[in-house]
């Protein structure tokens, strides 16, 4: 997960965990993630947390816990001041920014799954990120070959220790508190190469990732305003384009990345991120008022 570097402590988690919680404490916690996320966004969080009995299952690990997640406070609340939170845990981050009580921040975002698709007990059947997975491949199979070739990613330069059957086996930007630049030099195929029927599906499942959060939140932020740049809107693949192969994309824009990895497991365990080149943890928010009001 998602640490800024002034919080960590011998790598491990900070914050709070629900283990160490009174039952109201807990139902507190659990619902601080609603007021940022949107319904979906929230079912997918709590999926994700119930994902923890299936490992617990397969597994039988004593950490395989859908109450082992983590509160962190960052500043004083105050409904008109500058302040943040995080709940995180196994495969999931939700990290908000607060700048003087109307501005946000919802960078980094991680939310991952294994199994991606549950193959026995009560949930068979459940794809937690189905969507993120279904609309890139229906994407990536629209593509004609001069458009698949400049969407594909060129791994033959990249560390072997990044790929995984000369797939990219993770997301590139790992849990880094800002995001390397260097580690995506290839953009693939801008949005204004696709035809309009290929330019819906791209943000349609951009809009997956968006859609996350509550709309209100996202009002005003840069990401809206990026999303028809066709100079500047990219998408690039790695990998086969059936379920069951290793796969890997990643969308950008001048101010976000979307990146998305499905290699482990037999291509059944996703990892997916939302970041900010500028802005994770509302960097670029925090700099602007403390321009403003203190003159930093």
Do not use: C
């Not at 299936?54 to 302040?83: A, H």
Request: proline share 5%; hydrophobic share 35%; glycine share 8%.
């Amino acid at each position: 997960a998602f640490i800024p570097d002034f919080a960590i402590k011998d790598d491990k988690r900070t914050g709070v965990p629900m283990t160490k919680m009174t039952p109201q404490q807990q139902i507190f916690a659990v619902t601080l993630p609603a007021t940022a996320l949107s319904h979906r966004g929230f079912l997918e969080m709590n999926s994700i947390r119930a994902l923890e009995h299936v490992l617990f299952e397969l597994e039988g690990k004593d950490y395989r816990n859908p109450e082992l997640y983590y509160v962190s406070i960052f500043g004083k609340p105050d409904p008109k001041g500058t302040w943040g939170w995080r709940f995180e845990g196994h495969h999931l981050s939700v990290n908000v920014t607060i700048v003087d009580g109307k501005k946000f921040s919802v960078t980094p975002s991680f939310f991952g799954s294994n199994p991606a698709t549950v193959k026995q007990g009560p949930l068979k059947g459940v794809e937690v990120l189905k969507e993120e997975q279904q609309l890139a491949l229906n994407l990536v199979k629209s593509f004609n070959p001069d458009q698949l070739a400049i969407a594909t990613i060129d791994t033959s330069d990249l560390d072997k220790k990044l790929l995984a059957k000369s797939v990219i086996k993770e997301v590139l930007t790992t849990d880094d508190p800002v995001v390397d630049k260097g580690m995506i030099q290839h953009k693939g195929i801008q949005y204004a190469d696709l035809d309009p029927k290929q330019q819906k599906m791209l943000l349609r499942l951009v809009n997956t990732y968006l859609g996350r959060f509550r709309p209100e939140l996202l009002k005003g932020t840069r990401y809206l305003g990026n999303l028809r740049d066709g100079d500047h809107l990219y998408f690039a693949w790695s990998g086969g384009q059936k379920r069951g192969e290793f796969h890997y994309y990643r969308i950008q824009s001048k101010v976000f990345l979307i990146e998305f990895a499905n290699t482990q497991n037999d291509a059944n365990h996703v990892h997916a991120v939302f970041r900010e080149f500028e802005g994770d943890f509302g960097r670029d928010l925090l700099k602007e008022h403390f321009t403003k009001h203190h003159g930093q």
